[in-house]
């Protein structure tokens, strides 16, 4: 129960950074955005593990290393799939997908036994987040087939990333988060200056929507960014908290269901409406939860 709790704050932690990340992206570039954020994450992560020292092991570098790289392949994915295609539906394959894979992950390499309960709670939750991307696609027009294999490796990406930190040692702690979001800094800051010195590759992230031409981020998108960074770091501690207090596969569909956040956000802060299948997918992801919790 308490991991699925971690989760599930984890799960908040993760809307939020999303959230701010995209408006920070507004009065920026998707990639300088999440530059900064990546740069807020990481010191902040570097002063968290200065206070709360881990072991350093071979095992913690080979996880913290595929994290790193999945995961900016994973934002690499997301965006490509929001450039050409409606957000809901594909936030929605993006986080179903993602449950999938520390699910099968932690049948067959951790061998976790999951009971009739956790099945039902997983699948409900995860038919939760399905729900609350139709809501949110209603109107938005309908998905192509190329966002939609964009949003399926997306979520392969981030399930991935999930399940890597899922396999790191516990005594690591929380240095594998940190040296995670070291390696993701290093990996923008490389796409950085490619694009910066090639029009070509300027040209491919501009047609996935993570560059435009001329863009300069203002102070305000920067700070918003950074304070996205510390959020995101938030939420990585979390879900690794979470993945050392409770099984993979419970953890992992919980920590999907961020679009549940990112819908009571827009509710809240956006005054965008709430449909009754928001309400209803929002049911369904907490009594998922539930379940989860009770298994």
């Not at 350093?56 to 997301?78: D, E, K, P, Q, R």
């Not at 819908?263 to 939860?289: M, N, P, T």
Request: aromatic share 6%.
């Amino acid at each position: 129960m308490v991991a699925v709790l971690i989760a599930l704050l984890s799960s908040v932690f993760w809307g939020v950074s999303d959230v701010l990340g995209g408006i920070a992206a507004r009065g920026s570039t998707v990639l300088r955005a999440t530059a900064w954020a990546y740069l807020g994450a990481t010191v902040t992560m570097l002063i968290v593990v200065m206070a709360r020292s881990g072991e350093w092991s071979t095992a913690m570098l080979v996880a913290a290393t595929v994290a790193g790289v999945t995961n900016v392949l994973g934002l690499l994915a997301f965006y490509a799939a929001f450039a050409s295609g409606p957000m809901g539906p594909m936030g929605a394959i993006v986080g179903a997908t993602q449950a999938v894979v520390p699910v099968v992950a932690a049948v067959i390499w951790k061998h976790e036994t999951l009971g009739l309960v956790a099945f039902a709670g997983m699948g409900i939750a995860i038919l939760g987040s399905v729900l609350i991307g139709i809501a949110e696609g209603r109107g938005a027009g309908r998905a192509t087939f190329r966002p939609i294999i964009w949003a399926v490796i997306a979520g392969l990406f981030f399930g991935s990333t999930v399940t890597a930190l899922g396999m790191a040692p516990h005594s690591a702690g929380l240095l594998t988060p940190a040296v995670e979001m070291v390696i993701g800094l290093g990996i923008i800051g490389v796409l950085l200056l490619a694009v910066r010195g090639s029009t070509r590759i300027g040209y491919a992230f501009g047609s996935i929507g993570s560059t435009r031409p001329g863009a300069q981020p203002s102070r305000r998108a920067i700070g918003i960014a950074v304070i996205g960074g510390v959020v995101l770091a938030a939420a990585n501690s979390t879900e690794v908290l979470a993945l050392q207090a409770g099984s993979l596969a419970a953890v992992g569909v919980v920590i999907s269901l961020y679009p549940v956040t990112t819908a009571v956000l827009a509710w809240v802060f956006l005054k965008e409406h709430l449909r009754a299948l928001h309400l209803i997918g929002i049911a369904a992801a907490l009594g998922g939860c539930a379940l989860l919790a009770l298994s």
